[in-house]
């Protein structure tokens, strides 16, 4: 199946700074990117998705980069804040599969 | 509108017995599927539905059957249950294509002692 790779696995940020997130994969027919929000103890949750026809998506602190030539997109959060705090999952999504990355846990110091 | 969803919350179970996962989804879907969650591996998929009276194998489909009873409910049957198994199990459901939103299930904490 289709890999993706994520990175870093871990990620600690001070409050108001920036954090980025990147994953890589290698099929090129995947043409949608999304990206998952799951706090402690709780279902995974779409934050922000973008399609292949875009290199870009903003909504408010989140945006999301994409680069499909060279098969890497980012998940890009600034400002952030406490509630931040949570693991992220990249994805792809093919026709018929959606495969996650191994997920970052983001950690937002006060 | 209940979106996804899963029973049971909780399991204990002792190595060798069996049980099956329930989940039901209320919003039309075509596609549903199961993961497992284990730290640090992230959302792996064990079998996936793209239709009804459809199934596939995912990434870890090893000890687990699945049964897709109609276009609302996929279950996913422990047969033999093993320690490996212990996990969060998550089903999941979306339009069936190349985009579209997937939603999830609570999940599932199963523990095999």
């Known amino acids: 199946g289709e890999n993706v790779e994520q990175h870093p696995s871990t990620l600690s940020v001070q409050e108001g700074d920036s954090a980025v997130i990147k994953c890589t994969y290698s099929?090129?027919?995947?043409?949608?990117f999304p990206w998952y929000k799951q706090e402690l103890g709780k279902r995974p949750q779409l934050i922000i998705d973008?399609?292949?026809?875009?290199g870009e998506k903003k909504d408010q602190r989140i945006a999301v980069t994409l680069n499909k030539t060279a098969k890497h997109f980012s998940l890009h959060i600034t400002e952030t804040q406490p509630e931040d705090s949570a693991v992220y999952f990249c994805?792809?999504?093919?026709?018929?599969?959606?495969?996650f990355g191994s997920g970052t846990q983001l950690t937002v110091l006060p | 509108n209940a979106g996804v969803t899963q029973t049971p919350k909780f399991q204990v179970l002792k190595t060798g017995q069996s049980m099956t996962l329930q989940c039901a989804q209320d919003?039309?879907?075509?596609?549903m599927y199961w993961y497992r969650q284990d730290p640090g591996m992230g959302l792996r998929l064990i079998y996936y539905?793209?239709?009804?009276?459809?199934?596939d194998k995912g990434e870890v489909p090893n000890g687990y059957n699945v049964s897709r009873l109609n276009k609302r409910e996929f279950s996913l049957r422990l047969e033999s249950a093993a320690p490996s198994q212990t996990s969060v199990y998550f089903c999941?459901?979306?339009?069936?294509?190349?985009?579209?939103?997937?939603?999830f299930g609570q999940g599932t904490r199963l523990t095999v002692v």
């Open positions: 539905s793209a239709s009804e009276g459809t199934t």
């Open positions: 994805a792809l999504r093919l026709p018929e599969q959606l495969t």
């Open positions: 999941a459901s979306s339009e069936w294509g190349a985009e579209g939103e997937a939603f």
């Open positions: 099929d090129s027919a995947s043409n949608y």
């Open positions: 919003m039309n879907h075509n596609s």
């Open positions: 973008i399609r292949s026809n875009v």
